[in-house]
C-alpha cells in the first residue's frame, strides 16, 4: 500500500476561536498512532479538548511544544499515512519549523485578553487597547481575569 506525507493544520473551533493553546502532546516524532489516537490536548478560551490522530501513521514532525498557542491553519501534524482519503493534505514538502519561530519574526504584538478579562476591564471604566503595564500570566502569556483584578487592586493602593 502506498504511503503518503500529509500536512495537518490546527483546527478551526468556529468564527470565534482565533487561537489554541498546546496545553499536552500525547505522541512524538517516529511513533506509529492510529486513526482516532488521543495524540494532544489543545485548549481555547472556552474549552479544553483532545486532540486525535486522523489516519493510521507515522508521525514524521510535530511542531507545536506544550503552552505554544497556536492560529487556526497552521501546520500542527505532519503525518505518513496510506488513507488516500487524505490525499488532499498532502505536504508540499516546506520546512517544518516551530510555529513560535514563525511567531517571533513578526512584530511584538499587543496584549492578548480573554474575554472575562476585557469584560472585568471595560465594568472597570478602562479601555483594553491602552493598558499595558498589566502582567499576562493566563494560558499562552494572556491577560487572565486574575491579572485584572490584581491590576485594579494596585492602581487603588
Known sequence: METFIIDVPVPSMGATV?????VSLKTNPGDRVTKG??????ESD????EYEAPADGTVIALPVKPGETL????????????????????????AVGSA????????AAA??????????VQEAG???????????????GRVSGDDVTAYLAARKS
Open 100 to 107: 513560535s519561530a514563525a511567531a517571533a519574526s513578526k512584530p
Open 46 to 49: 472556552k474549552s479544553i479538548f
Open 71 to 94: 492560529q487556526p491553519g497552521a501546520l500542527f501534524l505532519r503525518l505518513e499515512t496510506a488513507d488516500a482519503s487524505l490525499r488532499h493534505l498532502e505536504s508540499k514538502g516546506g
Open 126 to 140: 478602562l479601555d483594553p487597547a491602552k493598558i499595558t503595564d498589566i502582567a499576562a500570566t493566563g494560558p499562552g
Open 111 to 120: 496584549l492578548v485578553w480573554t474575554p472575562r478579562a476585557t469584560k472585568l
Open 18 to 22: 482565533n487561537e489554541l493553546i498546546v
Open 37 to 42: 489516537q488521543k495524540i494532544a490536548e489543545l
